[in-house]
């Protein structure tokens, strides 16, 4: 039988299981901090071990960067990636690729995350990488997709640091956060070449049409709340807002986005900027 949790221990298990349930993967230390009003990642390691102790959850003496719910905890098993995002990164690059990878396969451009948080608050593209870094980033992540056999939208979070070296951070082998820019800034968004993908469809064009940002919107309350402000965040006709209609809010977590065109990256960010500080979730 698990032992008893303290009042912190359910509620960062409970956070967990409800991560895992939404994104297929557990959440960061960082996360798991802000959604349990946690002071420091210390603590938040010191009751995961306590979990573990506990029979809830168990680590991977394999993988250093895996976690896993017991039985007890969430009635499934199977390890998943705990992504510990610390490295000496200049800036982080997501590369998406799409389709069963061929050559002479067109390749867009890379975005660009401008967040120091990897978790991916803000998007613009195109980045502004040099000529020879894009190409490296480009050839790197289309080597991944040719290895696994991709079927399907890939998302290739790469690291760029300082001395100009790319070093890949993650993988996610489906539509990805870091590409809704697409809807309204590509000529195929990420969610329509998947679908042409899988079912074995001609690609779409991949151009961007023009440059584009896209802002996160993050929960600030727990429970259930509203979007307040869309008038005056939709005043700009370049300005796209996306709900996605989640019952329950927590500090952080992602309720919807903006995305806005631009003559330039830069202009398309002072606008997405704008609409999202329009906006404000309240309690409900």
Same mark, same amino acid.
């Given at each position: ?24 993967? *557990? ?39 895996? /976690? ?10 199977? !390890?998943?990636?705990?992504? $510990?995002?610390?490295?000496? =990164? ?10 069963? /990878?061929? =050559? ?29 870094? =894009? ?31 790319? $070093? ?32 074995? $469809?001609? !690609? ?32 700009? *006709? ?37 609409? =999202? ?8």
């Amino acid at each position: 039988m698990p032992a008893e949790l303290s009042p912190r221990q359910r509620r960062v298990l409970d956070f967990i299981r409800r991560y895992i349930e939404e994104h297929g993967y *557990p959440p960061t230390i960082r996360e798991i901090c802000e959604a349990c009003d946690i002071s420091s990642t210390s603590v938040a390691n010191y009751n995961l071990r306590r979990l573990a102790e506990a029979g809830y959850i168990r680590r991977s003496d394999r993988l250093s960067r895996a /976690i896993e719910l017991t039985g007890v905890a969430a009635g499934f098993g199977g !390890l998943v990636p705990f992504r $510990l995002r610390q490295a000496p =990164a200049a800036e982080t690059v997501q590369v998406p690729l799409l389709g069963r /990878i061929a =050559a002479g396969l067109p390749i867009p451009v890379p975005t660009e995350n401008l967040h120091p948080d990897p978790d991916t608050d803000v998007v613009s593209v195109p980045a502004e990488l040099p000529d020879a870094v =894009a190409a490296r980033a480009q050839g790197l992540a289309e080597s991944i997709a040719s290895a696994l056999d991709l079927v399907g939208v890939l998302a290739v979070e790469l690291f760029l640091l300082e001395r100009g070296e790319v $070093l890949v951070n993650e993988l996610a082998p489906r539509p990805h956060n870091s590409g809704h820019y697409t809807i309204e800034a590509c000529a195929t968004s990420q969610f329509a070449q998947h679908v042409r993908t899988v079912c074995g $469809l001609p !690609l779409g064009a991949t151009d961007l049409l023009r440059p584009a940002a896209m802002v996160n919107l993050l929960g600030e309350h727990r429970g259930r709340v509203r979007l307040t402000g869309v008038e005056d965040a939709l005043a700009d *006709p370049l300005v796209s807002l996306h709900v996605y209609g989640k019952a329950e809010s927590w500090p952080r977590r992602k309720l919807g986005h903006v995305t806005a065109l631009g003559a330039s990256a830069a202009d398309a960010l002072r606008r997405a900027r704008a609409a =999202a500080a329009a906006l404000r979730w309240e309690p409900a």
